[in-house]
């Protein structure tokens, strides 16, 4: 059962605030990917979609001198601890079930291990999705967080993905009936 859409978190003021900041486009990119990593790892599409959508909301801006600083970015930032912040209190005040809040908001703390001390991070499958969504859309120096897509076909895309996850939601519960 999904309690909450794609289109729900994506139309959401707080969403559109923070997808704005760190790229619409890559954001929906980055859903399209989860979905079809998570069809093919046996993942839930609905919580991989919803983590990839929001896995980038915790960006804050780095510019210095009003350009853009990567670098700065690279070496402080913890955008996945944020992202995972916003993305549980935005799905709980949705009404996303609390434990698929939780398990969005921990594929987006770990999606990347910018912030995290070396060594090798256990993920579980959802995590890795995300992981392996995100590098699926990234271009050199954060370019994807640049590409622009109209605001009129970025929820066209979403409520286009919300179908395919809910047939192949359906598919699913069929697959267990039979």
Do not use: C
Not at 47 to 55: G, S
Not at 62 to 72: A, F, H
Not at 104 to 116: C, K, N, V
């Amino acid at each position: 059962m999904r309690y909450v859409t794609l289109t729900d978190v994506f139309i959401h003021p707080i969403a559109q605030k923070y997808l704005k900041r760190s790229g619409v486009a890559h954001a929906i990119a980055t859903a399209y990917h989860a979905y079809r990593l998570a069809i093919k790892h046996n993942v839930n599409v609905d919580l991989a979609t919803k983590a990839a959508l929001l896995h980038d909301i915790g960006h804050y801006e780095w510019y210095s001198d009003g350009k853009w600083d990567y670098e700065q970015y690279k070496q402080n930032d913890i955008h996945a601890i944020k992202g995972a912040e916003r993305a549980h209190k935005l799905l709980i005040r949705l009404g996303e079930h609390p434990q698929n809040a939780k398990e969005i908001a921990l594929a987006i703390l770990l999606h990347t291990d910018s912030y995290l001390p070396e060594g090798e991070l256990k993920r579980k499958p959802l995590q890795t999705i995300i992981k392996l969504a995100d590098e699926a859309d990234e271009e050199p120096d954060g370019k994807h967080h640049y590409r622009k897509i109209d605001d009129a076909l970025a929820l066209k895309k979403v409520k286009q993905l919300d179908e395919l996850v809910n047939k192949q939601l359906q598919q699913e519960r069929l697959d267990e009936i039979i």
